[in-house]
């Protein structure tokens, strides 16, 4: 590993504190309280074995971690990627608690994954990964307690995987409850319809009031976006619908532009059958990785990894908006850069707060053993995250600051009272 990727690697953990002392200084926050949700409460860390298909065995490492559960349960998502690890998972864990505290949900935060590049092993490797690594957490999740959901590498059917092996493993005989252990399930396995475009649908959701309140419209704006997963597809998706022209993709297959605009549902199609990527789409030019970062455009969606807009290109970046989509893409120094240009941003734990939304009405639904229609899911969820961004837009006018810093205070005023309110035990 280069010095390079492991200062990045370090640099998450350390991005989240500096935020988090920037706001709990600005509001005064409660210095006992500081320090409990200055520390994680569990890190937990699983070697496991399993075979692989040529018959040799290969030992994994897998991370989860508590970062708090004064709300209710930890929730957040699995994530499968060479660059997880106990650094990346504490970050991680630790804005989901800020994010559930902000949408206003019933839940603390956790976060984890495995460290593998999962394009490297088959089908059935996957599915023998994913369960042997939901058995070797055992009680550290459940229904109840902590709940992942899918993120970068993981989907509906790995989340059907942890499902089932968890619910034979713990209650054989009596499974239906068990099988609620994660969210972002396939929707005839007990899964919410909508689950797959809800933080897509919610990065739009905060577009427009961001637009609504500064008088943008969004009709015949430009836009760029990093990543073209789940997220970086559907917000592409939604943004269509409003008029808004896509004109440059990059993920990590390569970066391409076209100003013209890209059809999302072409482009969708094209990676589908270039193993997810968009490199090489016929209907855009290639261009270098550095150049998309200088695409002059109205919107920048980041929507793949953190830590991407860095001091290394946050001086190029040419757009109005900065919508995340992504978990931690601007890392502290960035941030101060772009913000000094005037272009604003609307952080990760408002903007990318549609998925664990979503993850709470699959969690209700199945609670109450319910079925919900799509379009109630997407009623529901434009509510939650207006209120969210009302709440932080007042936050950062009576605090005269940045939405981030705004969006840290909702969340720490709503833990600091708990703790008050609580006490601490014994
Ligand atoms: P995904 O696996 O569906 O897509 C990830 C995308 O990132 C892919 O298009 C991939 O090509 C791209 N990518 C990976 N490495 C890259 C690189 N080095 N350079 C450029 N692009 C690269 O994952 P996702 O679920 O869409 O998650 C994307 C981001 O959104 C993550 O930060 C995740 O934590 C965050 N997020 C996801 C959800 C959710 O519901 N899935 C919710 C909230 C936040």
């Given amino acids: 590993m280069s010095n390079e990727t492991e200062k990045k690697r370090t640099g998450m953990y350390e991005n989240v504190m500096h935020e988090f002392n920037k706001a709990a200084d600005k ?6 309280v500081r320090k409990i949700l200055a520390s994680t409460q569990n890190e937990i860390v699983v070697h496991f074995p399993v075979k692989m298909d040529d018959g040799s065995i290969e ?6 971690v508590q970062h708090n559960n004064a709300l209710g349960p930890y929730k957040g998502g699995l994530r499968y990627h060479p660059t997880v690890d106990i650094d990346a998972a504490k970050a991680l864990a630790t804005w ?17 994954g495995i460290q593998i590049d999962p394009s490297k092993y088959s089908k059935g490797e996957l599915e023998r990964i994913t369960r042997r690594f939901t058995y070797a957490l055992g009680d550290n999740i459940g229904p109840d307690y902590d709940i992942p959901a899918p993120d970068v590498n993981t989907n509906a059917q790995i989340m059907a995987w942890i499902s089932d092996t968890y619910a034979s493993a713990k209650s054989p005989a009596n499974r239906s409850v068990n099988l609620h252990v994660v969210t972002g399930k396939p929707v005839v396995s007990g899964g919410l319809a909508g689950r797959d475009r809800a933080t897509g649908f919610g990065v739009v959701t905060a577009i427009k009031k961001w637009a609504k309140k500064n008088n943008v419209d969004l009709n015949g704006k430009t836009y760029i976006v990093q990543g073209f997963g789940n997220v970086g597809y559907w917000a592409a998706h939604f943004l269509h619908k409003e008029g808004a022209k896509l004109i440059a993709v990059q993920d990590h297959t390569g970066s391409i532009a076209n100003a013209n605009g890209i059809d999302p549902e072409e482009l969708s199609a094209y990676a589908k059958t270039n193993k997810g990527g968009v490199g090489g789409f016929e209907k855009a030019q290639k261009i270098e990785n550095a150049e998309f970062w200088k695409t002059p455009c109205d919107i920048l969606i980041p929507a793949a ?14 757009a109005t908006l900065i919508a995340e989509g992504a978990n931690g893409p601007t890392d502290a120094a960035a941030e101060e850069i772009i913000l000094k240009k ?17 993850s709470y009405f ?3 639904q199945n609670k109450r053993a319910e079925i919900w229609k799509i379009e109630e899911v997407l009623e529901k969820l434009n509510d939650k995250i207006e209120t969210a961004f009302d709440n932080v837009v007042s936050c950062a006018e009576r605090y005269k600051t940045d939405y981030r810093t705004a969006a840290y205070i909702v969340a720490l005023e709503k833990l600091e009272q708990v703790y008050k309110e609580r006490g601490v035990f014994p």
């Fill in 59 to 64: 030992v994994f490492t897998g991370y989860r």
């Fill in 342 to 358: 005037g272009i604003h941003i609307i952080p990760d734990i408002l903007c990318n707060s549609g998925g664990v939304i979503g």
């Fill in 362 to 364: 699959e969690w209700l």
């Fill in 305 to 318: 990894l953190g830590n991407q807009i860095t001091v290394d290109n946050a001086n190029e970046i040419k």
């Fill in 27 to 32: 509001m005064n926050l409660d210095p006992g």
């Fill in 96 to 112: 989901m608690t800020w994010k559930s505290a902000i949408a206003g949900l019933p839940y603390g935060g956790g976060k984890g």
